[in-house]
């Protein structure tokens, strides 16, 4: 029996694109191999990674001078790029709301001056810093946000308007909600949240920012050799880009990131509506910030999250446990994750709240 899903990464992937991933694995594209066999310049996967690329640019809207790349390493890899690429003052501003957020900042120390300008620990990471009175640097390569806090809960509504291009980790909420490409100078995200199985990272960088990595910077880590070789610079990761075009194709068809954005937008409401008007359940995020993708909530004693989990798990709902930093509960509700999903942990959650009251 297929469960409800609730990991926040690697996480569910929509049934249809599994189904037809099963379906075309012995054949792919009428090669007789399958898509994990085939040889990454054999044009019928050649086709893969450019479909992948312009659904990429179509569904949201990527202006042409902007680079689309799929790369290895994960998020945590470009965490390294991000200063190799654009840190040529070797100043750059970081807004740390969350674990990801401090990793990057970190890994920006490594190559230079990366001031840390805002830090929601303060209050556990449970608010987004008002970017607009914060102290940008003059002369910075780049300011670094996380758009969305997969492990507590945040997002941005509104992102830093500053004078150095923006860049942004969106590993958890790129696709669920529309965006203004031409406002960031990079974005980039691991797959395994709301695209794709683990394995390749999307960067979407506009080209003139990109024309000068450092000296230092790996070969593979230059965005610029990645687009100069279409994302083939290497063997890419196959199959997760293909599986990446699977998911953006069933995207386009189920109307596009503005009509998932609605779905998303009601499927959070109806968790948080339910967990504030609840006497058991709390979710301790700042309103104006809650993500519409992770979804943390405790009961308050650590003895009944465990039950719950545990319960939940039996009754088909699963993953449902909070991170080691947060404790209690975290439901993900990616774009994958249907509304009927969300309302069946709902009846749940009433249930286990009748039950231990
Ligand atoms: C999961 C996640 C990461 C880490 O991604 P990896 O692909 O495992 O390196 C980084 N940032 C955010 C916001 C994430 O959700």
Redesign the pocket.
């Known amino acids: 029996m297929r469960v409800y899903n609730f990991a926040?990464?690697p996480s569910t992937l929509p049934i249809e694109v599994l189904e037809e991933a099963q379906r075309d694995f012995l054949d792919f594209a009428g090669t007789g191999m399958s898509v994990t066999e085939i040889s990454h310049r054999d044009k019928a996967y050649m086709a893969i990674v450019s479909e992948a690329e312009s659904l990429v640019r179509e569904l949201l809207n990527v202006p042409q001078d902007y680079a689309v790349l799929f790369v290895q390493?994960?998020?945590?890899?470009q965490f390294a790029a991000v200063p190799l690429n654009l840190m040529h003052n070797g100043v750059a501003d970081y807004i740390v709301t969350?674990n990801?957020a401090k990793?990057a900042w970190q890994e920006g120390r490594i190559y230079g001056t990366a001031n840390k300008i805002a830090d929601s620990s303060d209050k556990n990471y449970t608010y987004i810093p008002d970017v607009k009175t914060l102290d940008y640097t003059v002369g910075a390569d780049y300011v670094h946000i996380?758009s969305?806090?997969?492990i507590f809960g945040t997002r941005y509504v509104q992102f830093p308007e500053c004078e150095a291009p923006l860049v942004a980790?969106m590993?958890?909420d790129i696709f669920s909600r529309e965006i203004d490409v031409s406002s960031f100078g990079v974005i980039y995200a691991?797959a395994?949240?709301n695209l794709a199985p683990?394995g390749v990272?999307i960067v979407i960088a506009k080209r003139s920012l990109i024309q000068q990595p450092l000296d230092i910077c790996p070969t593979m880590l230059k965005w610029k050799v990645q687009d100069e070789n279409g994302s083939l610079y290497n063997t890419p990761p196959a199959f997760s880009i293909y599986m990446a075009c699977l998911v953006l194709r069933n995207l386009k068809k189920k109307g596009g990131v503005k009509a998932i954005n609605e779905v998303n937008e009601r499927k959070a409401a109806m968790l948080y509506d339910f967990i504030d008007n609840s006497s058991l359940y709390h979710n301790y995020v700042e309103k104006s910030c809650r993500s519409i993708m992770n979804v943390p909530f405790v009961t308050g004693s650590e003895e009944l999250d465990a039950k719950f989990v545990a319960e939940a798990k039996k009754a088909g709902l699963v993953s449902l446990k909070g991170h080691r930093l947060v404790g209690g509960m975290r439901a993900s509700i990616y774009n994958a994750m249907p509304e009927e999903g969300v309302k069946a942990l709902i009846e749940f959650m009433k249930k286990f709240e009748t039950e231990n009251r």
């Open positions: 926040a990464g390493g994960g998020a945590s890899t969350g990801f990793k996380t969305n806090n997969t980790d590993s958890s691991g395994q949240k683990a990272t």
